[in-house]
């Protein structure tokens, strides 16, 4: 079964900022009800919680989950179009020199994919964690 | 250095093909920070407070701000990319044709250039040539000067090895421009500095496109409008990725065109101005910040960025709802002491917002621009009070053709049959306004809004070349600005009184002292002939502590309803549905 991505230290300790928050502690501290959502989640796998599909941090996460999607497609369509570039290029620096920056823009859109997997897995975890509704959320964060 | 063989075999389409995806890549980062801004960050940050909050959002910023280093730079790739094999075609061609011609006089070409020709024998040579004496031992060498072979092989060998050389140079040249657009993946860096190196060592090798593209600043927005529109997708995107700063600003180009091309120029004109660090680029710096969030933000109807520069006091063109598709746009200059500032991101920037949701409502097809491309007086403690600038006429003289090309841009991009177009001047803007109307060419507008006016440098409305039917004039009675010299005497005797200290004396002296410091008759005038309509009075000079209170509501719905109504109805095109007020 596939498990919720766990969220960025950084994200969960802003929102409990006296608990100590690792990668390893389960994530959620849910309240009553929200763990249906997780539980639901999980078994969706990269799917929605239905219980909270309409709030804004749900939504954030569903735009960063397409926008992985979309990056990991983006990156193998580079790759292919950069396949056999070798042959009938022989003998030009620039044929080598593309080669040669290739690696640093792969090393940057694999770190905006990653970032795009891990708040897809944070902005889910928020917003189950307030079990959001609009109305919800919003009373839960004048406290 | 490139070989024939390597030339020979060259497949640019290689080139290409790595530059399309280059450029998809460019193009879906584009549309991925749209939904970052929009879905996420103003999603968030609008309903959302605290901790978790910011801690998202400041994640989510950087990666916007990673979409666009990606989308700019992946851009400047693809454009290198097509660039060199655009350009490798052409000597790879010359390379060829050499090689054929070589083929057809049974000439052998050798992979180090060099060319093996047939001797020509005696009896071939031309008939003097058989009449030199015999010399039986030895024939005379055959020299290039007298071989034909031998002449035509040298000639061959030249343009092989002219095109080699080509080859090698552009081969070199886009090697190294490629080489520059390394990058790592801190997510932290995007340097913008580093960007706009790139993007101007780029342009560099496109010099042919820069000077086209400094050559059609002068041209009718027509004619641009017709030059953008014959060229490709793939060129239109080319060039706009490698010039967005000229794109952007250039009139005639579509205005989501434009928006793109001036939101991708934008962290770079932030950076420069960054840099920069003086005081005049700091005050630009906070207003770009303004419209910058402005810009991200979610709006309704959109918002859309025409222009944006640091050249005098700074730039910035911005429409609420998209102007090609509108039927109706009004375009609005400021006056007085607006410049590319905070202020202006806030206040001045607002009021065509205002303007826009008021209009909509009579009619959706509706977009309103803000106008800041020309240098408005500045005033202000730090200029001055005695300040002359804002007295002459000058500025407005010199914005006034600028201006008019601007809306000549609207209507050349725009997709309606005949698009309503408003003008309006607040202020000193009314004056650039009503210089505009005195260009040669008069002004594109179907209607013109004059508010809080100290003249427009004419003295019927009629002279404004619309017709006095078209002419609408907003004067709010304790706008001490929107006073005519003809009145100045009853504002001396009151308002002068009222007005004491520093402000007091400036109005006195500079508003009011001399008939010269007036451009023109008071529009609100009977004598002028304009239709006047409704404003509120608005609050007396600094009775509220602000220095012309009544100067500055026209367009604000909240302070005087009537007023922004009115405004709305003729800019939506339903200007006979104003109230009205007698003319003074």
Redesign the interface.
């Known amino acids: 079964m596939a498990t919720p991505p766990s969220p960025s230290s950084n994200l969960l300790q802003a929102f409990h900022p006296h608990q100590h928050v690792t990668e390893a502690i389960p994530v959620v501290m849910p309240r009553e009800g929200a763990r249906m959502a997780i539980a639901s989640a999980a078994g969706a796998g990269s799917g929605d919680t239905h219980r909270a599909t309409s709030g804004p941090w749900t939504r954030a996460s569903g735009v960063a989950g397409d926008l992985h999607r979309s990056m990991q497609e983006d990156m193998r369509n580079l790759d292919h179009a950069h396949e056999g570039l070798k042959s009938g290029t022989g003998g030009f620096s620039s044929a080598s020199t593309l080669d040669s920056i290739r690696s640093g823009w792969n090393d940057r859109l694999s770190a905006v994919l990653k970032k795009c997997r891990s708040l897809e897995g944070d902005l889910r975890s928020v917003g189950v964690e307030f079990h959001e509704n609009e109305s919800h959320t919003e009373r839960s964060f004048k406290k | 250095m490139?070989?024939i063989?390597?030339?020979t075999?060259?497949?640019t389409?290689?080139?290409s093909?790595?530059a399309?995806?280059?450029g998809?890549?460019s193009r879906?980062a584009s549309a991925?920070r749209q939904?970052?801004d929009y879905?996420?960050v103003a999603?968030?940050s609008?309903?959302?407070?605290?901790?978790?909050?910011?801690?998202?959002l400041s994640?989510?910023r950087?990666?916007s701000q990673?979409?666009q280093y990606?989308h700019t730079e992946?851009g400047l790739?693809r454009t290198a990319?097509d660039g060199?094999a655009a350009d490798?075609a052409e000597p790879q061609r010359k390379l060829q044709q050499a090689l054929d011609h070589a083929e057809q006089l049974k000439f052998t070409v050798r992979s180090n250039g060099s060319v093996e020709f047939p001797r020509v024998s005696f009896d071939q040579l031309p008939a003097p040539a058989l009449q030199q004496p015999a010399h039986p031992d030895s024939a005379p060498p055959l020299t290039a000067a007298t071989d034909p072979n031998a002449a035509k092989a040298q000639e061959i060998a030249d343009r092989i090895a002219s095109a080699l050389r080509e080859a090698g140079e552009i081969?070199?040249r886009?090697?190294e421009e490629?080489?520059k657009?390394?990058?790592?993946?801190?997510?932290k860096n995007t340097d913008w500095a580093d960007v706009a190196r790139d993007l101007k060592s780029l342009q560099a090798v496109r010099g042919d496109s820069a000077k086209e593209l400094a050559e059609r600043k002068g041209k009718p927005p027509r004619e641009n409008a017709r030059w953008w529109g014959e060229k490709s997708k793939e060129e239109q995107e080319r060039l706009a990725s490698l010039f967005p700063g000229e794109i952007g600003n250039l009139d005639g180009i579509p205005a989501e065109t434009r928006d793109r091309a001036n939101r991708d120029y934008l962290p770079m004109l932030m950076d420069k101005l960054r840099e920069d660090g003086s005081d005049d680029a700091e005050t630009k710096l906070a207003g770009l910040r303004g419209l910058s969030e402005k810009l991200t933000a979610r709006n309704d109807p959109p918002l859309l960025l025409l222009g944006v520069g640091d050249e005098g006091h700074g730039r910035a063109i911005l429409s609420y709802g998209n102007p090609d598709t509108s039927k109706n746009v009004s375009a609005y200059v400021p006056g007085l002491g607006t410049r590319l500032d905070a202020d202006f991101a806030d206040g001045t920037v607002a009021r065509a917002q205002q303007t826009a949701s008021t209009a909509r409502r009579y009619n959706a097809s509706t977009a309103s621009v803000v106008w800041l491309g020309y240098d408005a007086p500045i005033t202000g403690t730090d200029q001055g009070w005695n300040n002359l600038d804002v007295m002459g006429e000058g500025r407005a003289k010199k914005g006034a053709p600028t201006y008019d090309r601007f809306l000549e841009s609207i209507r050349a991009t725009n997709g309606n049959e005949h698009p309503h177009v408003t003008a309006i001047g607040h202020s000193y803007g009314s004056l650039t306004v009503g210089k505009a109307s005195q260009e040669p060419s008069g002004i594109p507008a179907d209607d013109i809004i004059i508010l809080g006016s100290p003249g427009v440098g004419v003295d019927k409305a009629e002279d404004l070349g619309v017709g006095k039917e078209h002419v609408f004039v907003g004067a709010a009675d304790n706008d001490p600005v929107s006073w005519a010299p003809s009145k100045r005497d009853t504002i001396l005797g009151t308002g002068g009184v009222l007005m004491g200290g520093a402000l007091g004396g400036y109005v006195a002296t500079e508003l009011f002292g001399d008939d010269k410091n007036w451009f023109g008759t008071d529009p609100a005038s009977k004598e002028f002939g304009a239709q006047r309509f409704k404003v509120n009075d608005g609050p007396a000079p600094l009775i509220h502590g602000d220095f012309m209170p009544a100067h500055s509501r026209y367009f604000d719905p909240s302070r005087d309803p009537e007023s922004a109504k009115n405004i709305g109805l003729i800019v939506s095109g339903h200007s006979k549905e104003i109230t009205r007020m007698a003319p003074r």
Do not use: P
């Open positions: 490139v070989t063989d390597e030339l075999r060259l497949d389409s290689k080139f093909t790595a399309k995806s280059w998809e890549i879906k991925a939904r970052v879905e996420m999603a968030l609008k309903r959302e407070k605290g901790e978790a909050a910011s801690a998202a994640d989510l950087q990666l990673n979409y990606i992946c790739v990319l060199l490798l081969d070199r886009y090697a490629l080489g657009l390394r990058t790592n993946g801190n997510l």
